[in-house]
């Protein structure tokens, strides 16, 4: 007789020894799934079980290490659709082992030879076990899915794409389009620029009212405006301005750019690239659109934003404040999307307008980053990807995503720098371009090292 027949072959006729033996078998399927079939029951499917359960803890080590040695590498892979399959199917099929080893395990209990109050503790802590782990694991393969389906609608599909002197420059596009308003237009322009060893930020932000701007080299737009856009006031919209450019390219100039949907941009975005390039003096590679109307629905599910209201602000109401419908007190506050939304549109109440809205923007975006923590975004994930699919569009690759991801989080241990060209830095109605390129490659500039005494 081994020492593994009492488990195999107990006394059936001691309850307290049947009670005992229940417990070691669910302990130990929870312990080394499969161990417990070995021991007691079908040793084929023990075998199975154990031997999935091995790779499982592989996998979760080679996990671990190569998260350790590379973090971009375990990024790119859980932000790629075909990494986002594997583990779908791993969660899916490993749920459905523990499902069968489990059910075994209480089939091998026999609860009617154990006393009553040990069976029905041994059903309650395996039922308990039981349910966390398979709404865990199936809650994670819907996340892989949501994340799959998300990332592949939000970020394009192409080849990496270098940094230029050592820097990604992103171009960030705030667009509105809000129930009274027609059509999206760009409402807040900035570019972030990033350090690609470092990733130290800087945030440059442009008024929409900058007249006359320049086109990049080899820009279409240059055939019609070859001393930039707006100058002498001339321009195909009513208003010439910086973001009135996406408007004219979507309403009358498209074919300017044919292939802008192919790279999933549209003919206005990349009009604005080759004018935020003209302005600033640097190569733009990406692009990110903010949709503002479905602003509010990203900000609800992250939880909403604590922002410091510095001033007291009107919610809706016309330029003279007529059907004014609430106010954004100043103090810290915690916004829903809906207030965060006004916080960001607002143009009463401010002694500099557009300016001190752009201030607003930015600190919204400081807020929103720092709330998008992991924990967050993990437990909270469908809802956000949900609202990114309509709120976000971009043209960085879904291949550099988990670069990006590892970029960020180097740029979340830094200060962001921040230029405003705003007055009085800059008149946004007569700009010094020269000026303007010298402030951008000052901002740009690695910083210096002081030296020690």
Known sequence: ????????????????????????LVVLNVLIPGSAQVLAGNRRLGRFGLVSTLVLWMLAVAAVVLYLVSHSTVYEIVTSTLGLW????????????????????????????????????????????????????????????????????????????????????????????????????????????????????????????????????????????????????????????????????????????????????????????????????IKIQFYVLIDMEGFADLVDALGGVDIDVKQRLPIGGDENLNGVVGWIEAGKQHMNGYTAQWYARSRHGSARGDYDRMDRQRQLEDAILKQANPVNVVSKFQAIASAGTQVVKTDIPQQMLGYFVDLGMKTRTQPVTTLELTPPTIVPADPDYDKIHALVRQALAPPTSTPTP
């Open 86 to 281: 594997v583990l779908q199917i791993l969660l899916i099929v490993y749920v459905a082992i523990w499902i069968v080893l489990t059910l075994d395990t209480l089939r091998l209990v026999r609860f009617v030879r154990t006393s009553a109050a040990s069976g029905a503790l041994i059903a309650a802590f395996s039922v308990l076990v039981l349910a966390a782990v398979t709404v865990g694991g199936g809650y994670g393969a819907v996340v892989a899915s949501s994340a799959r389906g998300a990332l592949g609608h939000i970020f394009a599909a192409g080849p990496s794409v270098a940094p230029v002197d050592g820097r990604y420059n992103i171009m960030l596009l705030g667009g509105d389009a809000g129930p009274d308003r027609q059509g999206l237009r760009p409402d807040s322009m900035s570019v972030v620029s990033i350090d690609a060893d470092t990733g130290r930020a800087t945030m440059i932000g442009l008024p929409r009212d900058l007249n006359p701007t320049p086109f990049s080299a080899g820009s279409p737009m240059l055939a019609d405006y070859p001393n930039g856009y707006g100058y002498r006031n001339r321009c195909d919209v009513d208003v010439c301005q910086l973001n009135s450019i996406y408007t004219e390219v979507e309403l009358y100039k498209p074919k300017l750019y044919p292939n802008a949907k192919a790279h999933n941009s549209e003919p206005g975005i990349e009009a604005m690239r080759d004018a935020m390039e003209g302005a600033l003096g």
């Open 1 to 24: 007789m081994t020492i593994a027949n009492p488990i195999r072959y107990p006394d059936t006729g001691s309850s307290q020894f049947m009670s005992r033996r229940g417990w070691w």
